[in-house]
């Protein structure tokens, strides 16, 4: 496995794509930091930052709508020349699995090398993903250690003791693997809708811009924007 501190991968022909899939609800700096680090690391020429669908039922308060999403995102990847956003799993019809992404990636640009990035936590259930196989097949994986994880991946041995790897282990593929040093904010999109919710301050996790966009353009989530805001 390759395990790593600021690496840089040299490679053959073509470009080196990073693919960033997530509901980005909202987008906020670490998704940014996550894909520059990544880019810096592996020396990407592109990272995708794949905006997902989220479930329609989900609490109004906790939805914000492909379409926002999507624009929050463009504008957030605006920090950076080298991040290109997609709205691939937005306009596919049903479920959109990382595999489908992948596949489709990997047609799109047939002569790039393809890293897939994870943060730890989602690559702790990797081997029970569809077609984990076939995606090991197309693309490497660069895995992101989240909260306390980011003190603990700094050697291989560290890195190939932690149970996340254990899956990767038993495919014989960790050479595909590639873990990042990449510091990253501990915040998460979960945590900013809590905080809205609860009429707190959120917009120092946020672009400028991003939050200018929110006050304009999403209603709900607007409201309490503004409201905090005036106590600050």
């Known amino acids: 496995m390759r395990a790593s501190i600021e690496i840089?991968?040299?490679?053959?022909?073509?470009?080196?794509?990073?693919?960033?899939?997530?509901?980005?609800?909202?987008?906020?700096?670490?998704?940014?930091?996550?894909?520059?680090?990544?880019?810096?690391?592996?020396?990407?020429?592109?990272?995708?930052?794949?905006v997902a669908n989220v479930s329609p039922f989900k609490d109004g308060m906790d939805y914000i709508t492909g379409e926002h999403r999507l624009a929050m995102c463009k504008i957030a990847a605006k920090a950076d020349r080298r991040i290109e956003v997609s709205d691939y799993e937005l306009l596919k019809d049903g479920i959109s699995y990382t595999f489908d992404t992948v596949e489709y990636f990997a047609g799109k640009y047939p002569d790039s090398e393809l890293f897939l990035i994870l943060g730890s936590d989602a690559f702790a259930d990797f081997n029970r993903w569809y077609k984990y196989k076939e995606i090991l097949k197309k693309a490497s994986i660069a895995v992101v250690p989240r909260g306390k994880r980011q003190a603990e991946f700094k050697t291989q041995q560290t890195a190939t003791a932690s149970p996340e790897f254990s899956g990767i282990q038993n495919l014989g593929a960790e050479d595909a693997v590639f873990v990042l040093k990449i510091r990253t904010p501990d915040i998460s999109s979960t945590q900013i809708r809590e905080q809205i919710k609860f009429h707190k301050n959120f917009t120092c996790y946020l672009d400028e811009n991003v939050v200018k966009y929110i006050e304009e353009n999403i209603v709900d989530i607007g409201a309490c924007l503004k409201s905090e805001q005036s106590r600050f």
């Open 8 to 50: 840089t991968v040299s490679g053959g022909g073509g470009i080196k794509i990073g693919i960033y899939g997530g509901s980005f609800n909202p987008v906020h700096d670490g998704h940014i930091c996550v894909c520059t680090g990544a880019a810096n690391a592996l020396g990407l020429d592109k990272v995708l930052m794949v």
